[in-house]
């Protein structure tokens, strides 16, 4: 196969052996090529300057900006370029917010080597790729109210170790404001207490320590 029909892959992660696995992988596929590697988000975005890629994939933690930032800002410097986000972000709000930005596929890091490679062609064919145990976590949340920016405020306060005073004075915000805001905060994680909230926050990707 042509070197020209190739699918033409970056990959961003900050983690060389991640990047190394990724480039023995995508070295065995005659339909594909290692097009540059990136281990945050500003070189990423300089390599794209100058290659010619068909697909990014995106790791959701760097060094420098998240992945969802990052996604956005390939996405907008030029068309006919995909983002499939590679993660080890498994929570419904990571994967809501991925494609919120644009990404086209969410792999989980871990699944195997076929379900990257069925991403990979899948999104460069022009289609969706969403397994079916992201979807289930999507699926769980359908619905659900979501925070507001001050309630992610408070809530990382919490999470911080902060009693509603100390999180009122760091916000610049009352004390019974902010008993309101968690009041709210527990309503819509459907849990019973502050320990609970923060604990389903991160394991679904609301919040990140």
Same mark, same amino acid.
């Given at each position: 196969?042509?070197?020209?029909?190739?699918?033409?892959?970056?990959?961003?992660?900050?983690?060389?052996?991640? #990047?190394?696995?990724?480039?023995?992988?995508?070295?065995?596929?005659?339909?594909?090529?290692?097009?540059?590697?990136?281990?945050?988000?500003?070189? /990423?975005?300089?390599?794209?300057?100058?290659?010619?890629?068909?697909? /990014?994939?995106?790791?959701?933690?760097?060094?420098?900006?998240?992945?969802?930032?990052?996604?956005?800002?390939? @996405?907008?410097?030029?068309?006919?370029?995909?983002?499939?986000?590679?993660?080890?972000?498994?929570?419904?709000?990571?994967?809501?917010?991925?494609?919120?930005?644009?990404? #086209?596929?969410?792999?989980?890091?871990?699944?195997?080597?076929?379900?990257?490679?069925? /991403?990979?062609?899948?999104?460069?064919?022009?289609?969706?790729?969403?397994?079916?145990?992201?979807?289930?976590?999507?699926?769980?949340?359908?619905?659900?109210?979501?925070?507001?920016?001050?309630? &992610?405020?408070?809530?990382?306060?919490?999470?911080?170790?902060? #009693?509603?005073?100390?999180?009122?004075?760091?916000?610049?915000? /009352?004390?019974?404001?902010?008993?309101?805001?968690?009041?709210?905060?527990?309503?819509? &994680?459907?849990?019973?207490?502050?320990?609970?909230?923060?604990?389903?926050? @991160?394991?679904?990707?609301?919040?990140?320590?």
């Amino acid at each position: 196969m042509s070197s020209t029909k190739k699918i033409r892959i970056l990959c961003v992660d900050d983690h060389p052996i991640v #990047r190394e696995g990724l480039a023995s992988i995508i070295a065995l596929q005659p339909d594909m090529e290692l097009a540059g590697e990136a281990e945050s988000g500003a070189e /990423a975005l300089h390599l794209l300057r100058a290659l010619a890629i068909d697909i /990014a994939l995106v790791d959701l933690r760097l060094k420098d900006m998240s992945g969802h930032e990052l996604t956005r800002q390939i @996405l907008a410097h030029e068309s006919g370029r995909q983002v499939i986000v590679l993660t080890s972000y498994e929570g419904d709000a990571d994967i809501q917010r991925a494609f919120a930005a644009g990404a #086209r596929g969410y792999v989980v890091k871990g699944t195997g080597r076929d379900e990257l490679l069925a /991403a990979i062609r899948t999104v460069h064919a022009g289609r969706r790729h969403i397994p079916g145990s992201v979807a289930e976590k999507i699926a769980e949340h359908l619905g659900s109210e979501k925070l507001t920016d001050r309630e &992610l405020q408070v809530l990382a306060e919490i999470a911080a170790g902060k #009693r509603n005073k100390e999180v009122g004075a760091a916000l610049g915000i /009352a004390e019974d404001t902010v008993k309101m805001h968690v009041k709210n905060i527990l309503e819509k &994680l459907e849990v019973n207490d502050r320990t609970e909230a923060v604990t389903v926050a @991160l394991r679904r990707g609301i919040l990140h320590l």
